[in-house]
């Protein structure tokens, strides 16, 4: 495609009113048309930003591509009628509610061969991004992604948060896939009901032995998002909220004859951060260079489910166990 690509939004909410504006800022494409069915919200974000608004997208005339943030249990139905439309699509993460419609999506997007990125936006953490370029062997990692109760999201923390840090750490394990298994708890009032869990922990192994244990919590007192990688020689900390990382070499450790205590020698490195671009932005220039066919559609494509099969995994293995 030689032209400016004509986007159309779908879903303005939360995250559809940032991709609004990150749509709107790019000089890569064109921000058509937002489709919201809340008349209200739609008519304010494409006001906003000075483009047309729809409560549907029709037959999507006119547009090249469709960036998708409506909500989850939205997904599908709108991801599917995109593609039977033969539109190069961006689906907020997760790609559907059920592992199966992923599944199909995956499948016809190959079929038609037509583009299916999957908004899983820590990928672009300018943090993340820095460290690919330097972690080597990877022995151990700790994902850690709690933050307090939003009534706002419907669906249960596992598909919601856990599978971004699921996503990173098989891209940093550099290996093979070998099992997950996992367990998930119900606190909140509403969360027992309709059976969306509020916490998810798992355990991811990989062929070259590495393990990953991820913890995710959708009401705990605090936002956190961390990740520890331990390599042979090395502990890597990346922050992924504040966008640093912390590496960390152990040097020596001594009970003081003089002094009471524990006194442990360990060098510090703080690494340059290499990237300052907004991940929302970042995730746009790589949709663009799908849209634009300089990036390569199918190995994105086959990035998608991965992170996806091992959530349900975790989720079938968790729902083994008894709900108390
Ligand atoms: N990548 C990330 O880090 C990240 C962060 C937050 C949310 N998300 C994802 O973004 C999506 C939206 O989340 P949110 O927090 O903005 O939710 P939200 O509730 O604030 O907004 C969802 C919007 O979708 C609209 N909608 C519902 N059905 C629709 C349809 N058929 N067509 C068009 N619009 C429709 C709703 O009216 C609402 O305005 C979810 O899939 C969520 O998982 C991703």
């Known amino acids: 495609m030689t032209t400016t690509p004509k986007i159309a939004l779908v879903g303005t909410g939360k995250m559809g009113s ?3 504006r990150v749509l709107a800022q790019s000089a890569r494409c064109e921000l058509v048309q937002v489709v919201e069915p809340r ?7 494409a006001g906003r930003f000075g483009v047309d608004w729809a409560p549907d997208f029709g037959d999507l005339a006119g547009i090249d591509a469709v960036v998708v943030a409506a909500a989850t249990p939205a997904h599908y139905e709108i991801a599917g009628r995109v593609l039977d ?5 961006l689906v907020e993460k997760p790609l559907a509610t059920t592992y199966a419609q992923s599944e199909d999506l995956v499948q016809r997007s190959a079929a038609s061969g037509t583009p299916l990125m999957c908004g899983l936006l820590e990928r672009f953490n300018p943090a993340v991004r820095t460290a690919r370029e330097f972690v080597g062997e990877v ?17 249960g923390v ?8 699921v996503d990173l750490a098989i891209g940093f ?3 093979e896939l070998s099992g997950a298994k996992g367990e998930f708890g119900y606190f909140h009032p509403t969360s027992k009901d309709n059976r969306a869990e509020d916490s998810a922990e798992a355990v991811l192994r990989f062929a070259s032995g590495a393990v990953a244990t991820i913890s995710a919590s959708r009401i705990s007192q605090r936002k956190v998002r961390q990740l520890s990688l331990l390599e042979p020689e090395r502990l890597i900390e990346i922050d992924l909220l504040r966008r640093d990382i912390t590496i960390y070499k152990h040097i ?5 004859s003089d002094r009471d205590g524990y006194a442990q020698q360990t060098v510090i490195e703080i690494p340059t951060i290499r990237y300052s671009e907004e991940p929302l932005a970042a995730q746009l220039g790589h949709f663009l260079d799908i849209v634009a066919g300089t990036a390569d559609a199918d190995v994105e494509r086959d990035s998608i489910l991965p992170a996806h099969s091992v959530v349900h995994e975790v989720g079938v293995s968790a729902q083994a166990q008894p709900v108390v």
């Not at 439309?85 to 699509?89: A, D, T």
């Not at 022995?139 to 669906?155: E, K």
């Open 18 to 20: 940032l991709h609004a």
């Open 39 to 45: 008349e209200d919200q739609g008519r304010e974000v």
């Open 85 to 89: 439309l033969g539109k190069p699509l």
């Open 139 to 155: 022995w151990q990692i700790n994902g850690l992604r709690h933050s307090p109760f939003v009534s706002r999201i419907p669906t």
């Open 158 to 165: 596992a598909t919601d948060l856990l599978i971004h840090d």
């Open 173 to 175: 394990a550099g290996s």
């Open 252 to 256: 020596d450790d001594d009970m003081p």
